[in-house]
């Protein structure tokens, strides 16, 4: 068999959070990472037509790759989409990327949980009936913003970020209720890893912001057979743009992630 690598999808460079932990638990293996820059964000589309570009995406990248596991590093589309690629593709495994609420809700003090998440995750069914199975003793506040995502691939592109915006954008997430605070953020979006120095420095109090990063990278890792040794490095890991033109500062931060764009 050839060396099959393991993709990790998602609408742009978020992803690369969830990639640098599988990394680290599967360091012997190939990878494909793929940002679909020319959807850019999932948020603004309508769930019909995300979901067609998204099954269509993957029946192009399936053919081309044969992945032996594809990871989709996005809430997003993992809530509206996952359940269709498992359908369309069986033969391909696929992890998605939910928001962690169960762990919210099982270490919460206050009671008081946030998910900090894109508007197409908050008003997914998918997102509620995890709220229903999971934290039902939980006061959940879903708290979707149509920016952070964008800043957040101006953030690690290093690209200033003014800080009021930023502040105004996580300000619902905090929530008061006598002497209750809430003392949890779910990070419902894989971009938003990249801000988390910057949401603490902003943040009123101190909280625990959730990245399930890691999470996901030990399932990934649980679905797969240990690779034997080959006495040799992998091949090149590779990323692959939608848009087919990344600008530079893109390019830069693929080199810097060990990653060709081709």
Known sequence: MPDRPILVFDSGIG???????VRVLMPERRFVYVADDAGF???DWEEDALRARIVSLFRELLREHAPELAIIACNTATTLVLSDLREAFPETPFVGTVPAIKPAAERTRSGLVSVLATPGTVRRAYTRDLIDSFASQCEV????????????????????VPDDEIRAEI?????????????????????????????????PWPVDWLDPAEAIARHAA??????????????????????????????RLMQSFGLAIV
């Open 15 to 21: 992803g690369l959070t969830v990639l640098r932990e």
């Open 41 to 43: 964000s999932y948020g």
């Open 141 to 160: 506040n879903l708290v979707g913003s149509k920016t952070l995502s964008t800043h957040a691939e101006r953030h690690i592109r290093q690209e200033a």
């Open 171 to 203: 300000a619902p997430c905090f929530v008061e209720d006598g002497d209750r605070h809430t003392d949890i953020v779910v990070l419902a979006c894989t971009h938003y890893p990249f801000l988390a120095n910057v949401f603490r420095r902003l943040a």
């Open 222 to 251: 649980s679905l797969l057979e240990p690779k034997a040794e080959s006495g040799s490095a992998p091949d090149e890991d590779i990323a692959r743009f939608t848009s087919g033109a990344p600008d530079f500062a893109t390019r």
